[in-house]
Each structure stands twice: as structure tokens, then as C-alpha cells.
RNA sequence: CGGGGUGUGGCGUAGCUUGGCUAGCGCACUUGAUUUGGGAUCAAGGGGUCGCAGGUUCAAAUCCUGUCACCCCGACCA
């Protein structure tokens, strides 16, 4: 390609509406640009780059005995309504209508359809295991687009399903699927961690996010110091000691005004966490008391698991309705005595002596036991925190930001239950298929390979990610026997197959080079003064080591 | 959804408080000259519904009302 033909415009200067690195890099080197909020184009370069991370994860899926089919992305409300997503999936979902009314919605994901395609075609347990996958677009109705191809409403996705006869064949898929994708992001050159996860809105009992480093992940991910434990916020869990101490006698206090924790923890001059903190949620018409110990956040990807509600139903019930429904007074609520559903975090439930409030004005109750004084379900709802226990090995556990590139999912017979997506077994009896499903965030991966890898004078790109390998720069349009020797250059380049750029354009050469840089180009090849010895200048955007050498050694070495 | 902020040629911005002559500047673009190893210099030039609608006024980028868009923060309290 020449320089001086391309479809290209660099910026000098930052993008208004841009505060993370990758983003300001693509606007600025020109790969991609913004249609609207959450929208974006790519542009020449942005498409190779693209192009580049789809043909990693096609060689990868392919090579894993995946088959690549192309599904459409208007989907028709039935096959939703069969899940039951079109309810529970809520405003995310992008719909629409045609012009008989009849309902769609553009695909955020594709289990639908995917087992829609397979229960039309896949009769006998002869035709399973098997997994397909496509890269497509999906649409999500995002609640704030941000960081660019991070979180956008548009993006490119490659999604796999694998459909098998029994839990054994989703257990090999989701291996199979979990090496892979390993190789994809080791050949995107990216830095990750593995790491357990939550189900979310997909469903299914057991999940993998790939998590690529770095501050600007909106996932946190804590990881054991020791063992290999390693888990979504979301997901993870903690260990804890059980505090032996001798119940005592629930006593009443006054605690005038004192609402919040630490009010009430100073006041009564104990720490949080021998408080009880109450959250009352409330979905549709359900009010849900919910007990944490003072310290501690409510997590809410493990509460809408525990509640079965979508994490959209699930609201912080106002003061006016916890008066209404639980005739208790708002900042001095407390589970003894109180009629309602109530969760309570096991770490909690085996600490004893605890404080809660009194549902009275002004009142906490002190040295409140679970069970002794009130009942409650028993579960895991607490956001873990760096510090915290690993639950295997009882070592810290260390936390670090990621942005989630890919996340593997065992959906088990969730969609092909309700979907009757069955096959004949070997015995003759029509039984559902167990499934698995898997996805990359192929725009986002982009996002995140620059995040982790750029310098102050622009991108630096992996190998494989490049949207060109070699940039040659005559450095004075004016000498002809640059231009010439450079001509040559790119012309034998281009004969071994190479993706090369010619900058021809007639500019000075420093801005040549500002743009290598931005751009990223892995290697730089300057035809300047020693032209006429046949000399030129080879230079690596990675560690910025450059050589002068021959054109014929030059030729020898790439 | 709540809170805050911003909308002025392709990009980045000044002007707005205190209304007033032809809306200024840098980058980019066009033409010419000089220049040519880290974003050149000079000269000449083109490009604007000041987000949109309405209002106040002799007069609105500027004041008022509405609206749209974009960005950031938040969604954890008993």
C-alpha cells in the first residue's frame, strides 16, 4: 500500500471525548471512528487490525475441529420467548418491529439460535459432539457506553457452541474450548489470567472469564498469592474462621440518630464487623431482607443467583416502601422479629453476638445471634475484597483490574430443555442435548492488546495484530536515488508477500516517522542518505533498536 | 435512571460572566517558493445554519425556556 493513497488521516492532537489510552490511539492513528455513542467505524487499518485478531481465532477454532457457520442477527421474538429471555434479558436487548408488527431483536448473543439451527438438523447421538461458531456483530443496549471498543453497543464477537450427548462431551468441549483460547490470546500477545466466573445472564452452572490485564478493566479479579485460585469479583469466594465466643443476652440500646454502621459502631464503640448491615431489596412484589456483616458489601451477581432474579429486577427497596411492607422504621432495621423473605451471608450467620437495629426509632439490638434469634436462608452474598482468604488454600488473596475478553460458559440442558433441542441415544430414548457456549470480545481484544502495549509515541503492536509488518520511508522525495532504491524495496517486499507500506508521500521525514509510531508499524525501513551505497536503516517499534544494513542483507533477513 | 460537565469549519479551541462592527487562533486542506533524518518556514487562499427549536431585544455564539447529542461520576444505605 502507499502512504500517500490511503484511506488515513493521524490526529496530533487528543480526541476530546476520549480518557483511556487505546481509544485515544485508535481515533488518533486514524483506525477507527465514532458514528455515535457506542458505535464505531473501522477504517482501513482498524479492519486489518480486526481481521487480524478474527483470522487468530478462526485458525484456533478451526484447528480445534470447530466448524465456522454464519447466523443472521435479527432474530424473531418466538425463539426468545422459548428461552424465556425475552422477558428476563430487560432493556439490553435491542428490539424492534417489522412493518406487520411483528417483533425482533438484534442478537446480543445467539444460544437461541444456535439451538434452533442444531434441533432442526441433529436427530442422533451418531451426529454429537459437535460445535460451531461464527464472528458476527452483536448489539447490546448498553446502560453506558464507555472507553470506546471496551463497552460498546456494536460489536464483533466470535461465539461457539458446543452441543453433546452428556455431561462427559461438555466437559471435553469446555476443555477443548479453554485451550484454545488460551492459544488465541498467547498469539494476540496478550498478558491474561484464566480466572472462575460468574453465570450472569447466559445461565448455566460452570464458567471461565479470560482476562486480559489492566487498570482499566471494569472486572476486578482476585487471585491467590499462593495456589492458583483465581476468580471474578463476582464470583469469588472466601474462607473464614468461625468465631467461637459464648452467646450472650439480647439486650435493647438507644442509639439516638445513629443510622448508618459506623455511627452506630462508634457510638457504641465496637467495630463493623461485629455488626449486622440490612439491605432490604425488593423485586416485582417481593421484599428480600438481606444481612451482611457490617464491613461488607452485598454482591449482587450472587444475590440475583440466590433470588433468581435478573440483575435489572433487582432494586433497593425505597424507605416509603420497607415502612409500608415491613412496618419497620428505615435506618434502624434488623431481622429479630421481622416478618419477610431474609437472606443472611454465611460468614455472618456464624458470627456471634452481633448488632443489629431494633426496627424502632433510635433503637439497636446488641449481642443478636442467628438462629437463636431469628431465622434466615443461609447463603454466600458478600463481595470479596483483597486480603480475604483464599478458599482453598486460607492464603491473601491478591486483586487486579481486567478487561474480560472471553468467557466460556457449561450451559448444561438450560436452553435445550426448554427449546427441546433433543437427539436419540443409543438406548432409543429422546433425550436433551447438554451444551456449552463460548465467546471473544474480538473488537474489545483490540482495545485491550493496545492498553497493554503502547509507548508514548503511539501503539505498539504484537506481530500477528499489525495491519502492516513493514513501513518504508524514502526519507527526501526530492533524491530520486532514495526514491528509487525505496521504489525496489517495497516492490520486492510486496514479491515475498509481505504487508508493506511505502510512505511516498512528499513529506518531511520526521513526520514520517511520527506516524510509524502512532501507527505502529512492528518494523521501520529508512532509504535515506547511504541510498547510493545501497545502504538503509532498519529500525523495531518494539524495542527500538535499529541497524543500518544492506538492502540485499536486509532482504536475506526478512 | 440520578448527579455534574460540554456542544463554535475535519480536529483542538478563544469569545459567553458584562449582548454590539466582518466570530478569532492552532492543526489539517489548496496554490507558490524555500526546506528535507523526529510533527519545517514564508506568502496567498478555501471552508462556519456558533447542536436544534422557540423567546427577549434595535441587535443574540453571548440572556431566557425547551429539546437533542456527547463525556465523566454514581447506582451498596439502615
Not at 478462526?58 to 443472521?72: D, K, P, Q, T, V
Not at 429479630?336 to 437472606?343: A, N, Q, R, S
Not at 487486579?400 to 475478553?405: F, N
Request: aromatic share 8%; hydrophobic share 35%; glycine share 6%.
Amino acid at each position: 500500500m502507499r502512504m500517500s493513497k490511503m484511506f488515513l488521516q493521524t490526529e496530533k492532537e487528543d480526541p476530546k471525548d476520549a480518557d483511556i489510552v487505546s481509544y485515544k490511539l485508535l481515533i488518533k492513528a486514524g483506525y477507527i471512528r465514532k458514528l455515535v455513542s457506542g458505535v464505531y467505524h473501522f477504517l482501513p487499518l482498524g479492519l486489518r487490525v480486526l481481521r487480524n485478531v478474527e483470522k487468530i481465532t478462526r485458525e484456533e477454532m478451526n484447528r480445534s475441529g470447530a466448524e465456522e457457520i454464519l447466523c443472521s442477527a435479527l432474530q424473531p421474538k418466538e425463539l426468545w420467548d422459548e428461552s424465556g429471555r425475552w422477558e428476563k434479558y430487560g432493556a439490553g436487548l435491542m428490539r424492534l418491529k417489522d412493518r406487520n408488527e411483528r417483533e425482533f431483536c438484534l442478537g446480543p448473543t445467539h444460544e437461541e439460535i444456535f439451538t434452533e439451527i442444531v434441533r432442526k438438523q441433529i436427530k442422533s447421538y451418531k451426529q454429537l459432539p459437535m460445535i460451531i461458531y461464527q464472528i458476527q456483530t452483536k448489539y447490546r443496549d448498553e446502560k453506558r457506553p464507555r472507553f470506546g471498543l471496551i463497552r460498546a453497543k456494536e460489536f464483533l464477537m466470535k461465539d461457539a457452541y458446543s452441543f453433546g450427548v452428556n455431561e462427559k462431551d461438555l466437559d471435553e468441549a469446555y476443555h477443548v474450548m479453554y485451550d484454545t483460547y488460551k492459544r488465541i490470546f498467547d498469539r494476540c500477545g496478550l498478558k491474561y489470567k484464566a480466572v472462575l466466573a460468574d453465570t450472569g445472564a447466559i445461565g448455566g452452572d460452570g464458567s471461565h472469564q479470560f482476562m486480559a490485564l489492566s487498570d482499566v478493566g471494569e472486572s476486578a479479579i482476585l487471585y491467590c498469592s499462593k495456589c492458583d485460585y483465581a476468580a471474578d469479583q463476582e464470583k469469588a469466594e472466601t474462607k473464614f474462621e468461625k468465631k467461637e465466643e459464648k452467646l450472650k443476652e439480647i439486650k435493647i440500646v438507644e442509639t439516638k440518630d445513629k443510622k448508618t454502621i459506623e455511627e452506630v459502631a462508634t457510638f457504641l464503640g465496637v467495630e463493623t464487623k461485629n455488626c449486622a448491615k440490612s439491605v432490604v431489596y425488593k423485586t416485582g412484589e417481593r421484599i428480600i431482607l438481606v444481612l451482611v456483616r457490617g464491613d461488607r458489601h452485598v454482591n449482587l451477581a450472587k444475590l440475583c443467583n440466590i433470588t433468581g432474579a435478573g440483575e435489572e429486577e433487582l432494586l433497593f427497596a425505597e424507605d416509603d416502601e420497607i415502612k409500608k411492607y415491613l412496618s419497620t422504621e428505615p435506618g434502624f432495621i434488623g431481622p429479630v422479629g421481622l416478618k419477610c423473605e431474609m437472606i443472611i451471608d454465611k460468614e455472618l450467620a456464624n458470627t456471634p453476638n452481633f448488632i443489629t437495629g431494633a426496627n424502632l426509632r433510635d433503637q439497636h439490638v446488641l449481642n443478636v445471634n442467628f438462629k437463636r434469634d431469628f431465622e434466615a436462608t443461609v447463603a454466600d452474598i458478600i463481595e470479596v475484597v483483597e486480603g480475604d482468604r483464599c478458599p482453598l488454600c486460607g492464603m491473601p488473596l491478591l486483586m487486579e483490574r481486567g478487561i474480560e475478553v472471553g468467557q466460556i460458559f457449561k450451559l448444561g440442558t438450560k436452553y435445550s430443555e426448554k427449546m427441546h433441542c433433543d437427539f436419540t441415544d443409543l438406548d432409543g430414548v429422546e433425550k436433551p442435548m447438554y451444551m456449552g457456549c463460548y465467546g471473544i470480545g474480538v473488537s474489545r481484544t483490540i482495545a485491550a492488546i493496545i492498553e497493554q502495549s503502547y509507548d508514548a509515541d503511539g501503539i505498539v503492536w504484537p506481530k500477528e495484530i499489525a495491519p502492516y509488518k513493514y513501513m518504508v520511508i524514502p526519507a527526501n522525495m526530492k533524491d530520486m536515488v532514495q526514491v528509487t532504491l525505496a521504489e525496489e524495496l517495497y516492490k520486492r517486499l510486496l514479491e515475498k508477500n509481505l504487508e508493506v507500506i511505502l510512505d511516498d508521500r512528499d513529506e518531511r521525514p520526521g513526520v514520517k516517522f511520527k506516524d510509524t509510531d502512532l501507527l505502529g508499524i512492528p518494523h521501520r525501513i529508512v532509504v535515506g542518505r547511504k541510498a547510493g551505497e545501497n545502504i538503509v536503516e532498519f529500525k523495531q517499534r518494539a524495542n527500538k533498536e535499529s541497524s543500518e544494513i544492506t538492502v540485499e542483507e536486509l532482504l536475506n533477513q526478512i
